[in-house]
């Protein structure tokens, strides 16, 4: 069986990483769609589709997950024709987990089964959070895995996301 789990990863986190860690272990193949992907640069979306990919890589590395294959997947700011579009980048899956409620919606209204991931620690384990977290200096790293601290770091990515948070009045 192949399955599809989609998401930013803005960034990837140990909430991303404990459902993808479960799922690897119960299908023969995981794809991970990377969407977004043209967003970056942004407080809301501060990572590029590579940096994104190389945070998700390099943690399943790490946890010698070797059977996700991951797809970055760019907006169509269409819904209706979003699921078509995710299909034509990606092979064939068996089952869509989500736990993003429109996701879910949008693949079971094209006749996918759809399975809802456990949600892990999620006031901590959150996109939004983390992003909150580097902007006040508040512990983050303790919310991703060490390969995405690593990433991070290498893409001066907390100056990032303060320099973003600027403004260019004083
Ligand atoms: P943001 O706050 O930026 O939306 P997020 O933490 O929701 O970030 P996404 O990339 O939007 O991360 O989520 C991808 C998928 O992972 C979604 O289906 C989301 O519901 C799910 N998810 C997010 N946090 C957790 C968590 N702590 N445990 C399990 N699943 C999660
Ligand atoms: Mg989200």
Redesign the pocket.
């Known amino acids: 069986m192949r399955a599809l789990y989609?998401?930013?990863?803005?960034p990837y986190?140990r909430?991303?990483h404990?459902?993808i860690t479960e799922v690897a272990a119960e299908v023969e193949e995981l794809i991970i769609c990377i969407g977004s992907s043209q967003r970056s640069h942004e407080l809301?979306n501060p990572f590029t589709a590579g940096e994104r990919y190389l945070m998700i890589s390099k943690s399943l590395r790490d946890a010698n997950i070797l059977n996700v294959y991951i797809v970055p997947v760019l907006d169509v700011n269409r819904n209706a024709v979003w699921v078509s579009h995710v299909e034509s980048l990606i092979p064939p899956v068996d089952v869509v987990y989500?736990?993003?409620p429109l996701?879910e919606r949008l693949f079971k209204e094209r006749g996918y089964e759809t399975r809802v991931?456990?949600?892990?620690?999620?006031t901590e384990?959150?996109?939004?959070?983390i992003?909150r977290r580097i902007l006040k200096n508040k512990d983050w790293e303790s919310s991703v895995p060490d390969a995405v601290v690593a990433v991070i770091k290498e893409i001066e990515g907390v100056k990032r996301l303060k320099d973003l948070a600027r403004t260019d009045t004083e």
């Open positions: 989609v998401g930013r990863f803005q986190h909430g991303h404990a459902v809301d989500a736990h993003n996701t991931p456990p949600l892990f620690n999620r384990y959150s996109g939004s959070e992003r």
